[in-house]
């Protein structure tokens, strides 16, 4: 089955038209995963918007993998016409993650690029009101890095090496 | 003679003052808005000229909390989401979990879940629509079907002990099976909701005050909805008919029959209208789920997974394997799997969806929740816009933005 999604035909036309920009595809659990550079992402989701009638943007988020020094951002699009589900990820360098908006593709993505910006500081380039959404203005980290343990690190009463993380 | 002659035009009459637009501040607790949202409303006289709505007043973190619990310990976690519908998002984690582990659950689990989940839609159908009536100033119904929402809780008490945040179930399944007195509860609540509910809509659904006030209030379009990427009844009122349960069927609705309501206006009477009829339907699935339950060995209400489940406490005294699953389930020391996994369910407001990463330890590397209230709630400056404050209130509520949710 996983062969299957992975050689299907969208994956043929993405291959054809941005040969350069896939990393790798894969389908794990069934769900067509497409990794790309990060430079033309808005280019290629425009063109699945266009083309490919991939006109639903699920979810968006951020992920960070302090291992590899990168902040990942997932873009998950929807062809309702066909059912058909798709999931973009990008990786960005963790000390200047820049990423052009996707608002000019999807006005939903407004808000999820303030979230995503709000926890991992994610720049959206051109976005037109890019600020805190959930936390505080006056916040000046990026809590959902990994770098920011859940606890309050000046605690002492509790020993966080038996506990995992 | 020119001058006699010359026409009448507005712009003639110097314009004495500039125009001056008020500032309101609609919440953040005020009660008429139901949860904890601001809108900072530019005003002209009684038209809203732009709002500005700030969220996040009840933040929570969720999603930083989730990654350093174990799977079991999430569960109170999505509870408080959308807090109308919990167990609806308790199994969706559940589904999720269970999805990445592979685990499969019996027929007959799948269909208690189904009732449970059916339950669920209902309980917070029935506080949305009544709300809208009360909002337009018709008390009765909000007061008289509270009642059946209320039996439903006394449902969910029979079934796991709790009311409104109701951690129901566990992965694999549920807890303990459904007692007799919860299906003799459920049975009289399936005689006598229908007759209270036909009730309610007599009142409200064909009611000429209560059309004019809600047709043509908050619309939006299908095309707009889209973009805003809506989804549940909201989307459905705007005319698309996306509904997770038949597009990405889980838990077994696809052998159920029912239909999916969709509007044509997307304005708060299609809302409204969309979710009484999405009641109807819920009700028919529950009373084919209960045949289907019939027709399964009644002793099942779960898969056989005891990683993932606190085994009865005199088990654990007396029985070596299950004091091992006890110690396993509460350390946390069960063997997950790699692995990226999206599932999705129909929430009561829309497609709550669960993106979870897993990198094999005890807790989630990342888990994101696709909470609908966050994603459509952005749109409502757009639908308010160049109408009545009192629209913007009975736009709002007829949206189902459910506060724990929008700020996760």
Redesign the interface.
Known sequence: MEEVLAEEKIVTVLREKFADEILSVES??K?L?VTLRADKIIEIIKFLYDQEKY?????L?G??YPDQKSIAV?Y?LHK?SE?K?I?LKIALPEANPVVPTLTTV???A???ER?TYD?YGVIFEGHPNLV?????EEMTIF??RKEYP??DQTREDKNNQMF?? | MDQATKAFELSDIPVKEEKKYSYLNLGPTHPATHGIFQNVLKMDGEIIVEATPTIGYIHRAFEKLAERRPFYQITPITDRMNYCSSPINNMGWHMTAEKLIGLEIPKRAQYLRVIIMELARVADHIICNTIIGQDVGATTGFLYLFQYRERIYEIFEEICGARLTTNIGRIGGLERNFSDKAWEKLDQWLIDFPIAFQEFSNLLERNRIFMDRTINCGPISAEMALSYSFSGPNLRAAGVDYDVRVMNPYSSYEEFDFIIPVGTQGDTYDRFMVRQQEMWESVKIIRQAIEKVKKEPSHIFRADAPEFVLPPKEEVYNNMEALIYQFKNIMGETEIPKGEVYHCVEGGNGELGFYLISDGGRTPYRLHFRRPCFIFYQAYPEMIKGRMLSDAIITMSSMNVIAGELDS
């Open positions: 794990p659990y769900f995963t006109q639903y943007l699920t979810t988020c992920i960070h997932m998950q309702l059912n589900r999931r999807f006005p939903a407004n808000w999820m979230e926890f805190r959404i959930l936390n505080v809590p959902l859940l606890e995992g993380r």
